[in-house]
């Protein structure tokens, strides 16, 4: 059973090997709301996992050790699983779905574990898991429906309230339900007036789904860059917690996230990952009651593969209006690029790529579409530039990414 002393234990516990994360009061994110950024991106293995993982296998009996352990993890939970086992002796099996980033799968190694790769999402590597656990004999660590792990991942809760005085929200993110669990637990016990809110990916809402059912249930899909939250079927025990003690649940789309991540990097200087982002992208995009209110976000973890970073930044950037593709139906004569160019210039906007298409079949022999990248301030910028562009006589076709 999950009890605040269990919780109170694991913080003392986790006292050797997990950092104190610090509460950083975001200034430039949000004029809507007192916002702070709890960075658990910033722990030892990238991400809040190692506090559950650890504290989980440090309640272990010799006979349970003896049998070597086994898990199942996007990622995250992986590497804290791993640093937790190398550092007490036992060897660590971890079954991560093929699409992990594979920054993940090599840090993972890298901390002593043996990797298996398994074809589909982190549900596909859990029942992989659970058959190996059969054959094996390992003890197996769930990620998040495990009271112990639920403790560890509440410590966050704990810490929360004694750095910051009376907030009037935590916001979570939620794939299986740990975190999330364990945070609203210790926080309402302590505290009941703080809202305690969670954030899900809209391509990965299992939770939202269970809790709009009245049961867990699992999604056909869970297909989301946000790999650390990722997850179709929620835990029955944090379904229940989360039942009882969360106010609200929403969802946040793929550009929210990217945009939240570019937000983050570009004006706080943290880099998160897309489950850590999701918080910070429901209160970016109005999705929670926060105004005016002292609000804690939480950036679980900052282990983004750097070779989707690129893609995420592009994406984010298009979504806050920071840059967009034009394309403009034009008379093939010369002067109007000239034109065109003047009137963007005008508004304030920056060329970055020209191309011109005189091969499309849908347009008149004496036509082309030009296509202009432009570098914006944002979407008030973008729709002026088309105002002016449309009220000198151009046709705007479309937009594209």
Do not use: W
């Not at 979570?172 to 505290?191: D, E, R, T």
Request: aromatic share 4%; glycine share 8%.
């Amino acid at each position: 059973m999950l009890t605040l002393d269990k919780i109170y234990h694991a913080a003392f516990v986790l006292k050797k090997v997990a950092r104190k994360t610090d509460l950083i009061k975001a200034t430039k994110l949000s004029d809507q709301c007192e916002l702070y950024l709890k960075t658990e991106n910033l722990q030892e293995t990238g991400s809040f996992k190692l506090r559950g993982a650890y504290y989980k296998i440090s309640q272990l009996t010799d006979e349970e050790k003896r049998h070597g352990i086994l898990a199942c993890s996007a990622g995250n939970h992986a590497q804290g699983v791993a640093m937790a086992a190398t550092q007490s002796g036992i060897p660590s099996l971890i079954c991560m779905p093929d699409g992990a980033p594979i920054s993940k799968v090599e840090a993972t190694k890298q901390l002593g574990a043996e990797v298996r790769l398994v074809k589909g999402a982190y549900d596909d590597a859990y029942a992989t898991a659970l058959r190996l656990q059969e054959e094996t004999g390992a003890t197996f660590i769930h990620p998040f429906d495990d009271d112990q792990v639920i403790a560890g991942q509440g410590t966050i809760g704990l810490e929360i309230l004694d750095q910051l005085e009376n907030p009037d929200a935590v916001v979570v993110p939620i794939g299986g339900g740990g975190l999330i669990s364990g945070v609203a637990y210790a926080v309402k016990h302590l505290n009941p007036n703080v809202k305690v809110y969670g954030v899900q990916a809209a391509r990965a809402a299992s939770m939202v789904a269970s809790q709009a059912e009245g049961a867990p249930i699992t999604l056909e899909r869970a297909d989301t860059f946000a790999d650390g939250i990722a997850v179709k079927h929620p835990g029955d025990l944090t379904y229940r917690l989360v039942s009882e003690y969360v106010d609200e649940i929403v969802t946040v789309t793929e550009d929210e996230i990217a945009a939240a991540i570019l937000a983050l990097l570009e004006k706080q200087k943290v880099i998160a990952e897309g489950a850590g982002a999701v918080g910070v992208a429901a209160v970016l995009f109005d999705k929670l009651p926060v105004r005016g209110k002292k609000v804690v976000c939480i950036v679980s973890g900052g282990n983004i593969d750097v070779n989707i970073l690129s893609r995420v930044i592009t994406r984010g950037l298009v979504t806050s209006g920071r840059n967009v593709t034009l394309t403009i139906a034009l008379a093939d004569k010369p002067g109007q690029l000239q034109e065109v160019s003047e009137i963007i210039a005008r508004c304030g906007g920056n060329v970055v790529s020209v191309h011109h298409d005189r091969g499309e079949a849908n347009m008149a022999i004496t036509s082309c579409f030009l296509k202009l990248g432009l570098e914006t301030r944002d979407q008030a910028q973008i729709d002026q530039i088309k105002n002016e562009l449309t009220q000198a006589g151009f046709q705007l076709v479309a937009d594209r990414v």
